[in-house]
């Protein structure tokens, strides 16, 4: 996960699953967001800036077949 400057030292999980807590090194705390999104394809677009290529897309979702996912 990205977010931290430094090596994670602890973390932990709410109690329901939906959010994780990391500390680290450089003195910072984080929330994650732990639920699927219901638009996972948009979400993919909105983080990459583009649809996955074709070893990404094999890389990350080898279970299914390769396709545009954005705009």
Known sequence: MLGH??????LAFSPDG????TAADDK????????TPADQSALVCAIAGR????????????ELRCRKLCG
């Open 51 to 62: 649809s996955l290529t074709n070893l990404e897309w094999h890389s990350y979702v080898p």
């Open 28 to 35: 910072s705390v984080r929330l994650w967001d732990m639920t």
């Open 18 to 21: 939906s959010h994780l807590v």
């Open 5 to 10: 400057a430094g090596p994670i030292n602890a």
